[in-house]
């Protein structure tokens, strides 16, 4: 009995969350190249690109704290420090490491910060506003320098000359002009006038007499600025919305020779394509081929920011839809793209060996494809409207079948480089396709069923490998509900398939022949998901009124229903050789059950919002959650580690009782105390003390003045907890005036002290009432003794009795 309850899970834990880190905005990529820094909703994101995981955040309120957006950022040159513009019109200055403010000020601009940048000494810092205004600040006195004048409209670039031997920092507004000052006394130096549209990107030549500009007017331009004049337009035939300057050798796929000594930039944006472009000869030099962004023209996607890390000879290109994909220089191939948003999850299943990538439908036209290691991700481009469901099958892990509101069915398949393309398209269905499943044991057919109130039954094709222009085609239709249906499932034989409707209830089809084997009613409102046990003949359905039933399925009767969930049940899976179920709902709960007893054995809450779906490995001992806020969360089983654990604390425990046990028979007190302060124990404290307190004298003030400050003040919290009891209030009320003398001056600090004085004052003041009452009848009881006392006296000088009565009664 012992050895299968120590088989079945009891304990799942968070190994790493995966939300959206960026929504749009700044993107800094740090010199090393290993984090990016990224707005998101108000806040700046610090993301690992390695594990593809948000490591910190900077501007997160505290619970007290009110929110303080973040419009804008920059990033100093030696990458230690940063500074934010917020919508309170604050300027903060961060060591964004440790994300703590070294120093905040008023920006003094009338409007909002949108663009701030560093010198190269980092000691001053530009910033432009709505307001037209460009003001230098000196951040180690956070003052103002100077406001530099001339400017029009919003100030979207600031920008300071790299060179120490040029000091000017420039700047561009609505009005497309470029200005320059010079920053030592805020003269206007340089006017460089020659585009039509907004200037969006600047970058400075090494020789500090050349700039290069592009923008919104499809142009770039080479100009000397000491000169003020344009060297060079070239036309780009698309709005740029970024541009990077490129090392003085580098090579580019397809050219044997490096490229050196020329001014080369790389340019991005409306086409998609990362474009390299030679200045000195006015020529572009080279064109990405295959872009991703390119491939999603047609949605409407560009390039809004373009990155370029010498370190990694890497760029970094930020979409429109919020992806940072990741090129080699000399390859240009796809190194790694992250999915900044993905907006509401609603399925996700693993795919590949060995569960080695995760594929995640999201409320997007595209299919998301991770690499569970990395997290880097690919997107599976085929769909014309929302993706609603995934499915995989065992018997093939490469094959992943997907469906959504475009009335389509389309089957991929994974190659040998983890690269996955689609094989065949199906559009037999005439409404929104919401749910597939594919056969277990081979891949000869699946099932899908949809809005239309549908079940269709599909034969696979045979060649999986090569994609083909044909059709997947339909061998069986059947009408098997009377409202929409939302999950269809197989069993692991492939002999009975089951079905879950918006009618309220779950159906059994054959799988051959799509003909109906029972009907399954009880639940009072929609169902949600169907799931077959792989050990006993038992189905799980989970529903919108908050239950999980368990079905059998030879006399279709209600085994068992698990209550719990606080909303609707939207996923339910079995684990541990089926004698446990995984539920998720919308409560955002994930709850595990033991089927034999009936019993939820643990609830986990890690999720905002509605857990729309959930995918368990094969071994069940990992599992990977997704909600309606864009949150991805990797769980891992960690009940065996928790039993060890529990046992050494128990091991543990029995030696630190026997180490007491031995000190206080040996009437090692002082030692004792400690140790019994150690292992927070107040009863065995309390006991300690009074022993103390029986050999008198000055004992306890001398074995408390032997404690160091730690053990002072968990002693201090057991007199106060001992105080609230009028049986140990001496023992209490001595201790605390032994380390009166510690609390008045200085030495010992609570960390809590306001609290102590709480749960101190009241019962101190009620014990002292007690004892002043008790005294006083001490008192009247001696008096009235005494009274007896003098009257049973026998005296026959009745003058000398009343004398002795007096003077008795004053004695008194």
């Not at 034969?459 to 490998?465: D, M």
């Not at 004052?761 to 002292?768: A, K």
Request: negative net charge; aromatic residues 6%.
């Amino acid at each position: 009995m012992s050895s299968k309850k120590s088989k079945l899970r009891e304990i799942y834990e968070v190994e790493s969350k995966h939300g959206h880190f960026f929504t749009g905005g700044t993107v800094q990529w740090t010199k090393d190249g290993t984090t990016l820094l990224c707005q998101c909703d108000g806040i700046i994101n610090v993301l690992d690109i390695s594990k593809g995981v948000v490591t910190s955040s900077i501007g997160k309120p505290d619970q007290e704290e009110v929110e303080d957006t973040i419009y804008s950022f920059a990033l100093s040159e030696d990458n230690d420090k940063l500074v934010s513009s917020h919508k309170s019109g604050l300027l903060k200055l961060w060591s964004w490491k440790d994300g703590k403010v070294e120093k905040s000020w008023k920006s003094v601009h009338k409007g909002h910060v949108v663009s701030l940048a560093f010198n190269k000494m980092d000691n001053m810092v530009v910033s432009g506003g709505t307001d037209a205004g460009v003001r230098l600040w000196d951040i180690i006195r956070h003052t103002c320098v100077c406001s530099l004048r001339g400017a029009q409209g919003v100030i979207n670039i600031v920008k300071f000359h790299p060179s120490e031997e040029v000091p000017l920092v420039f700047a561009s507004g609505d009005d497309s002009v470029i200005r320059g000052w010079d920053v030592s006394t805020g003269k206007l130096e340089v006017v460089l006038s020659g585009h039509y549209s907004r200037v969006t990107a600047i970058v400075f030549h090494s020789n500090n007499k050349h700039i290069v500009s592009c923008g919104r007017d499809k142009v770039i331009i080479l100009w000397h600025f000491q000169k003020q004049k344009a060297i060079k337009t070239l036309p780009a035939y698309e709005g740029l919305e970024g541009m990077v300057l490129l090392s003085t050798s580098f090579s580019l796929p397809g050219y044997e020779s490096p490229f050196e000594d020329g001014k080369f930039v790389a340019t991005a944006g409306e086409k998609g394509i990362i474009r390299v472009w030679n200045m000195t000869e006015g020529r572009e030099v080279y064109a990405q081929q295959n872009s991703l962004v390119s491939n999603a023209q047609a949605g409407g996607f560009s390039i809004t920011d373009l990155l370029y890390c010498v370190a990694r000879n890497s760029f970094g290109v930020v979409t429109a839809d919020q992806n940072i994909i990741f090129h080699n220089i000399e390859t240009f191939e796809c190194e790694k793209q992250l999915v900044g948003f993905t907006d509401e999850i609603l399925d996700i299943v693993f795919v590949g060996e060995g569960n080695s990538h995760l594929a995640v439908a999201t409320n997007s036209i595209d299919i998301k494809l991770y690499d569970v290691a990395e997290m880097g991700c690919q997107l599976l481009k085929g769909h014309t409207d929302l993706v609603l469901a995934l499915a995989t099958t065992q018997s093939n892990p490469n094959i992943l079948l997907s469906c959504g509101k475009d009335n389509s069915v389309r089957l991929w398949m994974m190659d040998k480089d983890n690269v996955m393309e689609m094989v065949s398209v199906g559009t037999r269905h005439t409404a929104s396709v919401g749910s597939v499943a594919i056969s277990n044991l081979t891949t000869s057919f699946f099932l899908s069923v949809s809005e239309d109130t549908c079940i269709k039954l599909w034969s696979l094709p045979k060649n999986l490998q090569k994609a083909s222009s044909e059709d997947l085609v339909v061998t069986n239709t059947q009408i098997a509900h009377e409202k929409d249906i939302n999950c269809v499932c197989v069993s692991p034989n492939d002999k009975i398939a089951a079905t879950g409707s918006q009618d309220r209830t779950a159906k059994l089809w054959c799988t051959e022949s799509l003909a109906l084997l029972g009907v399954l009613r009880g639940h009072k409102r929609g169902v949600w998901c169907v799931r077959f046990n792989s050990v006993d003949r038992v189905l799980l359905s989970t529903s919108a009124d908050c239950t999980v039933k368990i079905w059998s399925l030879d006399d279709l009767s209600c085994l068992k229903t698990l209550e719990g969930h606080e909303a609707s049940v939207l996923r339910a899976e079995f684990i541990t050789r089926g004698s446990q179920i995984l539920s998720a709902g919308a409560d955002g709960l994930l709850k595990l059950w033991v089927i034999k007893t009936s019993e939820c054995v643990g609830t986990f809450d890690e999720h905002e919002g509605k857990i729309w779906t959930m995918a368990v490995q094969n071994d069940g001992k990992g599992l990977i959650t997704g909600d309606s806020d864009s949150m991805l969360v990797k769980w891992k089983d960690v009940t065996k580690e928790r039993r060890m654990e529990k046992l050494k604390q128990e091991e543990q425990l029995l030696l630190q009782e026997q180490e007491l046990s031995n000190l206080l028979h040996s009437e090692q007190l002082l030692s004792a105390l400690k140790l019994a302060l150690t292992f927070d124990r107040p009863l065995t404290v309390l006991r300690i003390i009074q022993s103390v307190m029986q050999r008198g004298g000055s004992g306890l003030a001398d074995t408390i003045k032997e404690l160091n400050n730690e053990q002072k003040e968990k002693l201090l919290k057991c007199a106060v907890s001992w105080n609230t009891n009028s049986k140990n209030s001496q023992p209490a009320q001595l201790v605390l005036s032994s380390l009166l003398d510690d609390l008045s001056t200085g030495r010992l600090k609570p960390t809590d002290f306001s609290a102590v004085l709480e749960g101190v004052i009241p019962y101190t003041e009620r014990h002292f009432k007690r004892l002043t009452k008790l005294s006083q009848d001490l008192y009247f009881l001696q008096y009235t003794l005494s009274c007896m006392n003098i009257h049973s006296e026998k005296s026959t000088n009745a003058t000398e009795r009343t004398l002795k009565g007096e003077t008795s009664m004053k004695s008194t």
